[in-house]
């Protein structure tokens, strides 16, 4: 009886890490970039979440309140913060820049 509590015990200790793992994706912005809002932006066609990578390779405003995991901009990437709504954008690690980060050019102000 033991040997099987453990032998389960390690089945769902795998699975709880297989899922822990691939929860994180890495989500990639197309060369021609776009708002971070619409699907068309990404690669895998869906918006990054706070549990993400999120590679950018284009031009890609921030619209709209969102947060990533970690952020890798390129050297063909640029991000902003989009003129809408005055967005509030958050990196919960690191953050390597390569491309371009610059606050909008309209005066709205980016927090790093």
């Known amino acids: 009886m033991k040997h099987k509590i453990y032998k389960l015990l390690i089945v769902l200790l795998l699975i ?3 899922t822990l793992v691939f929860s ?3 989500i990639t912005s ?5 708002n971070w809002s619409a699907t068309t932006t990404w690669l ?4 990054p979440t706070a549990s993400d990578t999120v ?3 284009g031009d890609v405003p921030i619209d709209g309140n969102f947060t990533c995991a ?4 390129n050297s063909t990437g640029i991000v902003y913060n989009a003129w809408v709504n005055n967005p509030t954008f958050s990196v919960t690690g690191t953050v390597i820049n390569n491309g371009i980060l610059q606050t909008n050019p309209s005066g709205y102000n980016l927090y790093v």
Do not use: M, P, Y
């Open 16 to 18: 709880a890490t297989r």
């Open 24 to 26: 994180q994706q890495i």
């Open 30 to 34: 197309t060369s021609l970039g776009g």
């Open 44 to 47: 895998s066609g869906v918006v």
């Open 55 to 57: 590679v950018i390779d």
């Open 70 to 73: 970690k952020l890798i901009i």
